[in-house]
């Protein structure tokens, strides 16, 4: 038996090399249905990496706390305070909107000046810390500002590309009829993109203005690592005391499973586009393959007369597709892998691959091949050997 | 053969065998002869077990295989027949070497001494330098030593040469006949179906065949 298998392997293979051409044809097959499959899943699974890293970066422990209610809802003044007392929170930042817009110029009698930023927040300075936010330029608002009620402003970085800052340059800003010296300008903040577009003063400037301190609409939580959806159970309890006022609580980790939930459909529709392409290769092999059959009926023939059996004439030709199958799949997932790497280095994602896809998928690819195989195969064992010799 | 028929068709058939009986003894070289269509293919083709009788009996070396089961005749035809036909039927992209190997596939026989048994049945034939030729490189004689040493490499009991001579020119005939003629010489019964007056005066037996029956034993 394993001489047999020896000598049909040897016989598929030198027909095989023999038609170069048809092999390369034949092997498209596999090619393109486990390419398919492993090139998308690859970039699917990088960009997920890339979300995992972009929150990995951002702190997956951050919890944002929101007021609902519209506009002008708020959280209790002491919401920071409270959401501190638990013992998983490590750090609490609250952002207060302070009900003034700003603008570059100072405001001429009724008509207001044109407005440079979406929003004014009042913050403490904590907040670079629990959102672990540097500048891009200048310097932070912090104690000293805080403690003096300095009338100073950060800018935040669409704020201050807007107006076309020059960072070192004095620039005053005008938070209603009070004028606020620009003392740096915030890096961009990916989880809070509110920032971007707004203008940040300190919370002892904004109770100066407003007469009184802001209550936030929003606080950020940092918590421990591994304790965020325990901790954003508790917080709208602690947060409200058992008083009225809904919330909304969101942590990244949510956001993350979201993502993996519509992942899921994606890689549903990538399976079903994978297995369309696995089954059109699957039908094309067949052709080809078909094909071949009639134009060695010959060579079946003469094989058959010279006492080769139907079941080795039909292995023959099933082991053919089947070293087709391994070569054109392997080859398809590493062409994807090397399409997957490209991208990803080029888009500057982080690069996945799953080696357990790509086995799964080439594995795939070998048997819908094998199985492509076994209808022509089976055309050419069932060939008389004298009806075979006489065809042209 | 035993009282072999052989009719084509179901609603009107035709007899192309009728109670056609004819023995091959070991080293005899027997001629069948016989016009177009007499039914020397037909007769050649059951005694190769490359087709079945509609009735009547196949031996070979004694023992009936016309009922045998498919693998059965195949690993028969493998082991006790070889053919030479006029169109020679090499495998094109295989080289002469391969070409003999192919006789002697999947019968467990090592890959290098298939090899040498190739080499040597090349040998035999004057063309053991010619084997790494394919084919399409090889005159029409050549490919029919090539064939001749196909049919001679698995150690047959008899060969089976369907108008070996038909599509060569009398100088490669000539060497042709006598690469069969010394099989013959051996345990090997050569039978060959012809026309060629030259073959039947060359050998020891000559049969007639028309119509579908022996007309003419000698």
């Not at chain 1, 000293?144 to 107006?163: S, T």
């Not at chain 1, 023939?301 to 059996?309: D, P, Y």
């Not at chain 2, 190769?48 to 009788?53: A, E, S, T």
């Not at chain 2, 345990?187 to 012809?194: D, P």
């Amino acid at each position: 038996m394993r001489a047999t298998l020896r000598d049909v392997a040897w016989v598929a293979w030198s027909s095989l090399r023999a038609r170069p051409a048809r092999a390369v044809l034949m092997a498209l097959g596999p090619v393109l249905g486990v390419g398919v499959i492993v090139g998308a899943f690859g970039i699917l699974h990088s960009t997920e990496g890339e979300l995992r890293a972009a929150l990995e970066r951002l702190g997956v422990n951050l919890i944002t706390v929101d007021a609902l209610g519209g506009e002008n809802a708020r959280l209790p003044d002491v919401a920071a305070e409270r959401a501190a007392s638990i013992p998983t929170v490590t750090g609490v930042v609250g952002l207060a909107r302070v009900s003034a817009s700003a603008s570059a110029t100072a405001p001429d009698g009724d008509v207001g000046a044109p407005p440079i930023a979406n929003d004014v927040f009042a913050v403490s300075d904590e907040l670079f810390n629990v959102l672990d936010l540097g500048v891009s330029s200048g310097r932070r608002i912090g104690e000293v500002d805080e403690a003096f009620k300095l009338p100073v402003a950060m800018l935040g970085l669409q704020v201050a590309r807007n107006i076309g800052f020059e960072p070192g340059s004095l620039q005053v800003i005008y938070v209603g009829s009070q004028a606020l010296a620009v003392v740096g300008v915030l890096e961009r903040s990916v989880l809070v993109s509110e920032l971007n577009f707004a203008v940040l003063i300190p919370s002892s400037t904004a109770s100066d203005l407003l007469g009184a301190a802001p209550a936030p609409a929003r606080l950020i939580v940092a918590v421990e690592a591994g304790t965020a959806g325990r901790t954003a159970s508790l917080l709208p309890d602690v947060v409200t005391y058992g008083g009225p006022g809904e919330l909304q609580v969101r942590f990244p980790a949510e956001l993350l499973a979201a993502q993996v939930e519509v992942d899921r459909t994606v890689a549903t529709a990538i399976f079903a586009i994978g297995f369309l392409s696995m089954l059109v290769g699957a039908f094309g092999i067949a052709n080809v393959m078909m094909i071949a059959v009639l134009e060695r009926r010959r060579e079946i023939g003469v094989r058959r007369a010279l006492g080769h059996t139907r079941f080795v004439i039909g292995a023959q030709f099933v082991i053919e597709a089947a070293i087709l199958g391994v070569i054109g799949a392997s080859a398809g997932a590493l062409a994807a892998a090397a399409i997957v790497l490209i991208v990803s280095v080029v888009a500057g994602w982080v690069v996945v691959m799953q080696p357990g896809t790509a086995l799964i998928a080439v594995a795939a690819g070998f048997a819908m091949t094998v199985l492509a195989s076994l209808y022509p195969a089976s055309r050419a064992a069932a060939m008389e050997p004298l009806d075979a010799l006489r065809s042209e | 053969m035993r009282s072999v028929w052989k009719s084509y068709g179901d609603a009107a058939p035709v007899t192309a065998l009728a109670d056609v009986s004819l023995a091959v003894d070991e080293g005899e070289l027997l001629a069948v002869t016989g016009r177009s269509g007499s039914g020397k293919s037909t007769l050649l083709g059951i005694m190769g077990l490359l087709d079945r009788p509609s009735s009547g009996e196949v031996l070979v070396d004694g023992i009936a295989v016309g009922g045998l089961p498919d693998a059965k005749r195949s690993r028969t035809r493998a082991r006790k027949i070889g053919f030479v036909f006029q169109q020679f039927y090499l495998i094109g992209h295989l080289d002469a070497l391969g070409n003999v190997e192919t006789a002697l596939l999947y019968r467990g026989i090592d890959r290098g001494e298939m090899r040498e048994m190739a080499a040597d049945a090349l040998q035999r034939v004057g063309l053991g330098h010619r084997g790494h030729h394919r084919p399409g490189q090889l005159s029409g004689g050549e490919q029919q030593r090539v064939a001749i040493a196909r049919a001679l490499v698995g150690d047959p009991s008899v060969v089976l040469a369907d108008e070996p001579t038909g599509n060569l020119d009398t100088d490669n005939a000539g060497l042709v006949l006598r690469y069969l003629e010394e099989a013959a010489d051996g345990k090997v019964g050569v039978v060959i179906a012809t026309h060629d007056p030259d073959i039947g005066a060359r050998a020891g037996r000559v049969v007639t065949v028309r119509d579908g029956q022996i007309v003419a034993p000698s």
